[in-house]
């Protein structure tokens, strides 16, 4: 065995713990990130069904009777 290949050797011994460390971390991080999409990806999920479904009751009840929304007007606000 040549000089050159032992220093190499040992120089990729002494780094290969530091690199399978940091595919570790790195790893666990594309992991948190991949899981907090899911979670806001859910969470868009349900407020879209929230805000479809909320207004069902009072479409199905309200509608044959003839009610309509109420008009909500803008309250006049001075700041003096």
């Known amino acids: ?3 050159g290949n032992w220093v190499v050797r ?10 399978a ?14 899981n907090a999409f899911a979670r806001q990806a859910d969470n868009d999920a349900v407020m ?5 479904r909320e207004p069902f009751p009072d479409n199905l009840l309200a509608g044959p009777f003839g009610f309509e ?3 909500r007007e803008t309250p006049a606000v001075s700041f003096q």
């Open 69 to 71: 929304p109420a008009a």
């Open 21 to 34: 460390v940091a595919d570790h971390r790195l790893t666990a991080l594309r992991n948190r990130f991949k």
């Open 48 to 52: 879209t069904s929230g805000a479809k």
């Open 10 to 19: 040992a120089i990729l011994a002494a780094l290969i713990p530091c690199i």
């Open 1 to 3: 065995m040549s000089t």
